[in-house]
């Protein structure tokens, strides 16, 4: 029987359970604005705007100082290392903006993922390498939860034992270093939608890799009151000439987090992974409708499904910094409505809103 040994002081505990409290209180979700400047790039190519650090400081200074009632529906905004340093145009550092808000701030602390030899094509995640020492910086510079984004795929070979189980434990180890720094870490274990596997076969494989995941994370003493996770919506692959409907989306998700995820955590974040904006949105609302008990907040943790309406009405030019705010706080409001299984579709939809999301084999 293994003992146990003084792990996090009780003031951690709570100042843990408390960060995570309030990035999912009723109705809230996550901005995931951590994209890295390749990812940019792709982003920024779509509606033709060069790639540049100001033009990368300017969309996000959009979406930060958009009207304060977004605080009604964003809890938490995840970072990349770049932006955590860059200002707004009035001179305050983007973390105080947010922070402002009454938002809490994140940041992205993975290095990119590395391929395992032997497999077909899967990957394990870096950036356990002096990942203390930044974690304590980045809580320093004002961030109170982390994220690091391990990736599984569904092929006839995949995902491999030894991919489940190394990305299990790299994700283990990330959050044991996070809470011991005072950082929530958002566990997230993503399947990817490429493939043409249907909805019960990723409901297999999904299962499976979060059953991995939480053994993991108790053999690692991870505190589970003090995470979140951040999972795919169990879906079709993009491939899959089956289409299913958001409440079997629902259903099959749901009966998956039920069968794997101890109730202890506070919440459950879902990427959107390709869907488009308002697929992502209404297959969210459904699940907080499934008629089977959910013990923890199950809301949104989106980039693509966040900002792809704001994008488009930018396009890069100040004078469109208002619509392009507009289009982000509606969709922020439509998803906060979704986490609490309120939102009801219109046919009004715009094109932005319709458009797929998916990239195959998504580096972010």
């Known amino acids: 029987m293994t003992h146990q040994f003084p792990c996090l002081s009780q003031e951690q505990k709570k100042e843990l359970s408390g960060i995570a409290q309030r990035i999912v209180a009723p109705g809230k979700g996550i901005l995931a604005a951590d994209e890295s400047t390749g990812t940019m790039g792709k982003r920024f190519q779509n509606i033709k705007v060069e790639n540049s650090e100001e033009n990368r400081r300017s969309f996000r200074e959009l979406l930060f100082s958009t009207d304060p009632s977004i605080a009604n529906c964003v809890g938490g905004v995840i970072l990349f290392h770049e932006t955590l340093y860059q200002k707004s145009d009035s001179g305050k550092l983007f973390p105080q903006v947010i922070r402002d808000k009454g938002i809490v701030v994140g940041i992205k602390v993975d290095k990119g993922t590395a391929g395992l030899n032997g497999t077909d094509g899967e990957t394990t995640t870096q950036g356990l390498d002096g990942l203390g020492e930044r974690c304590a910086q980045y809580k320093k510079d004002g961030c109170d939860f982390a994220k690091w984004r391990s990736v599984l795929k569904i092929s006839d070979g995949c995902p491999s034992a030894l991919a489940i189980a190394e990305n299990a434990n790299g994700l283990a180890r990330y959050a044991s270093i996070c809470q011991q720094n005072g950082l929530v870490p958002i566990v997230e274990p993503e399947i990817l939608l490429d493939g043409d596997h249907d909805l019960q076969r990723c409901q297999y494989v999904t299962e499976k890799v979060l059953a991995a995941v939480y053994k993991a994370l ?147």
């Not at 794997?260 to 990427?271: D, E, H, K, R």
């Not at 009405?313 to 004078?319: D, E, P, S, V």
């Open 218 to 364: 108790s053999d690692h003493h991870v505190y589970l009151e003090g995470t979140l996770l951040k999972p795919n919506m169990v879906t079709a692959g993009h491939s899959c000439t089956k289409k299913y409907t958001p409440q079997e989306v629902a259903m099959a998700t749901v009966t998956a987090l039920r069968r794997t995820v101890p109730a202890s955590v506070p919440g459950i974040c879902f990427l959107s992974g390709g869907q488009s904006e308002e697929e992502a949105s209404i297959n969210l609302s459904a699940i907080n409708q499934v008629p089977l008990h959910r013990p923890w907040k199950l809301t949104f943790s989106y980039g693509r499904a966040l900002q792809a309406s704001a994008l488009a009405a930018w396009q890069g030019k100040a004078a469109n910094k208002a619509a392009a705010q507009e289009a982000f706080s509606s969709r922020a409001k439509i998803n906060g409505l979704a986490a609490k299984g309120e939102y009801k579709p219109s046919s009004s939809s715009d094109k932005a809103s319709m458009q797929s999301l998916y990239t195959a084999s998504y580096v972010y």
